[in-house]
């Protein structure tokens, strides 16, 4: 099993680097939007700082479902899901290992990308390293929790839409703790109690999130 | 090694062929047969597992099963190799080596060529690849011989007498005129539901 999951994993990475023009497109999209925000109200530094964490936090949210349809919907149209149901494998790792390489492909950026962002919306340094942190924690977790929405709309034609629908209300806890961590530690207030939320949600979608995506997707191929 | 008793399987609550009750034994080969519509391709995915039947039972089924489909399970952006070593890896059941089991299915000359930019019929045998780097012992088969050319028909002919022959068994859809040429053959005639 461990050896399926690494080829999985290690396929899926190698097809994101063959189609990379493809999903440079959420993070491009993250950067214009989030460069657009300066021009469109004004670069006053304090309202900046003020919306960054939230400002920052939506891109990173709204990239994230632009990419999330590519997660499943290549094998399932392709018909590499319907063998990976037939291969005996548990469709949980299956699941599991395809949003591992999501996140790599698709979160990991918006993580690395987070100082770059804070700079161009002026956010106080002293809050840089709790916005990394909250992204590092947050997106997977925007991963984990969108990849049950995506296999429950998979199977729909323009899934996508429906899919946004589904998943934006399942976010808005993760938006408000993360944009909370962040303006509580550009204020000086503790922020701790928001990371541990964060790393608790992390840890339930982490075990809870890719069996109710399996089971979406059986519903789905059905 | 698939024993079914009635198996139905109903879409938007009509039933899409007549209910089926078949035994297949090791080293047997059940050819589905059935004008365009009647559910070849819908019993053969309710075998797979890939549908769950609206009623009837499966009395006995092997766990080792391969299947190939219309939607071929090949990813497009991956070379022939690839996608080969790929299934090698994930299913992990085979010892054979990728490089041979291309050379098998008649595609070394595309090895390195994506899958996009392959013909049908060598995507077809791509596909079938799956089957000998499976080492299962019931192969489902949905119009195996379709986009394939003469050479790609007895190519099927062969694996599968190899695979009968080692004991393997199979059940193989096909609306077209060529029939595999087997010894334990079941002839099963698929009604559609729609039919009186």
Redesign the interface.
């Known amino acids: 099993m461990r ?2 999951f690494f ?2 994993l ?2 899926d990475l ?2 994101a680097f ?2 990379r023009t493809e999903l440079l497109f959420p993070v491009i999209f993250l950067l214009v939007v989030i460069s657009l925000f300066p021009l469109g109200i004004g670069p006053g530094p304090q309202l900046l700082a003020r919306i960054a964490p939230g400002v920052i936090w939506i891109a990173a949210l709204l990239a994230t479902v632009i990419s999330l349809d590519g997660l499943f919907r ?1 094998d399932f ?4 899901l ?2 990976f ?5 548990p469709l949980t790792l299956i699941a599991l290992a395809k949003i591992l390489a999501h996140w790599l492909v698709a979160g990991l950026p918006l993580v690395l990308l987070s100082p770059l962002l804070a700079i161009w919306m002026n956010l106080p340094l002293d809050s840089l390293g709790v916005m990394i942190l909250t992204l590092a924690l947050g997106t997977p977790i925007l991963s984990l929790i969108g990849s049950i929405g995506v296999g429950l709309t998979i199977s729909l034609k323009r899934g996508g839409q429906r899919l946004s629908l589904l998943v934006f209300p399942l976010y808005v806890p993760i938006l408000i703790i993360a944009t909370a961590a962040v303006m509580a530690a550009s204020d000086g207030l503790p922020y701790t109690a928001f990371l541990g939320l964060l790393v608790a949600g992390l840890i339930t979608s982490l075990t809870l999130a890719p069996f109710a995506a399996a089971a979406a997707l059986k519903i789905s ?2 | 090694m698939l024993s079914v008793s009635k198996i139905n399987f109903e879409r938007y609550f009509a039933p899409v062929f007549h209910p089926v009750s078949f035994t297949l034994e090791a080293g047997g080969l059940l050819l589905v047969t059935g004008t365009n519509g009647c559910g070849k391709t819908t019993l053969i995915r309710v075998l797979a597992g890939i549908l769950h039947p609206t009623s009837g039972e499966f009395r006995s089924r092997t766990d080792s099963m391969a299947y190939v489909g219309h939607y071929l399970g090949i990813k497009d952006d991956l070379s022939v190799i690839e996608n080969l070593r790929f299934m090698r890896d994930f299913l992990g059941t085979s010892n054979r080596g990728s490089g041979e089991v291309i050379k098998e299915v008649g595609l070394t000359r595309v090895s390195e060529q994506l899958a996009r930019t392959l013909s049908a019929g060598q995507r077809k045998r791509c596909a079938l690849a799956r089957l000998l780097l499976s080492n299962t012992q019931l192969w489902l088969l949905d119009e195996p011989y379709s986009n394939l050319d003469q050479e790609g028909v007895e190519l099927v002919d062969r694996m599968l007498h190899k695979h009968l022959e080692a004991g393997g068994a199979c059940v193989l859809a096909t609306h077209g005129a060529h029939r595999p040429d087997w010894q334990q053959t079941e002839n099963y005639q698929l009604i559609s539901g729609a039919a009186a």
């Open positions: 050896t399926a080829a999985l290690r396929r190698l097809l063959r189609r290549s149209e392709d018909g590499t319907e063998q149901v037939l291969s005996g494998h191929l059905s």
